[in-house]
């Protein structure tokens, strides 16, 4: 285990030493406060058309994150630090890839979404309850999270297609699962500790830090009632930011060790 916490101080320490990968970290928040002022669907449709095209956008520019910041956590741990020029320009080469690994994950997914839907309404869950049903049964899947970033590792390294990619990736996780699932497991629960803090202070501010507003506090899925709330998505999406470099800077530090690929020495020491 003790290579969960050299991943976890690597990663830390990377993500402060740069500056272009908070400028990528930052584009998915975009998206959270879109959706907080989105438009409703008795809007005209002049809104409705405009809010789809700032959709669609938005959309690009979370693609333009999920594969910015791993390429630049990448080229800082290997010594190669990278501009946005060169990122955006890796951005625009891996992107087709990129697709093709999101389209592929929802189809691997797929199956056990529509078992939850199923099972839901066998069981007459609310909507609200459903989304916490979800969050449930998709927290085991957090130890398989690493291989995302894997292949993603494998594509700047190798500039390899996605299936050989993908087998690089799960040769790798296979062969170190007790770390990376502990890691995945461990990373998702900060994330979610982190959401349901979030939650108790929007709580506790907007009410005058009345601690009897925290009973109605959804513990299963902190963001399903506060989700449309500008001061929630505010705090949860600065946690986000951070936590967006940090995990994929994690992930690439346990890539690059278990690939034999020799770190800076600087990186290596501290």
Known sequence: MADVFLFVRHGWKSIWKQKTIWLFSV?????????????????????????????????ILYFVSIIGVPYLAY?????????????LSAVKKFFGRALGCTCLGVLVL???????????????????EYSDYINLVFLPLSIFSSLWTFTFAAF????????????????LFKSHFSVLAVLGL?????????????????????????ITTINNFNIF???????????FVLINGIGQIIFTPLR???????????????????IRVR
């Open 248 to 266: 994929a800077s994690i992930y690439v530090s346990a890539y690059l060790k278990y690939s034999n690929v020799k770190l800076p020495f600087l």
């Open 110 to 128: 797929s199956p056990i979404f529509l078992w939850v839907l199923a099972t839901s309404i066998d069981r007459s869950i609310r909507g609200l």
């Open 75 to 87: 080229r800082f741990l290997i010594g190669e630090s990278a501009t946005i020029q060169e990122t």
């Open 27 to 59: 584009l998915p928040f975009l998206n959270l406060v879109f959706i907080d002022f989105q438009v409703g669907r008795d809007a005209d449709l002049l809104p409705q058309l405009i809010a789809s095209i700032f959709g669609f956008f938005l959309s």
């Open 221 to 231: 899925n902190p963001t399903a009632l506060l989700n449309k709330n500008l001061l």
């Open 156 to 171: 700047f390294e190798n500039d390899w297609g996605i299936r050989k990619s993908l087998d690089k990736a799960w040769k």
């Open 186 to 210: 461990m990373l998702e629960i900060i994330f979610y500790a982190f959401s349901i803090l979030s939650d108790i202070l929007t709580v506790l501010i907007q009410s005058g830090f009345d």
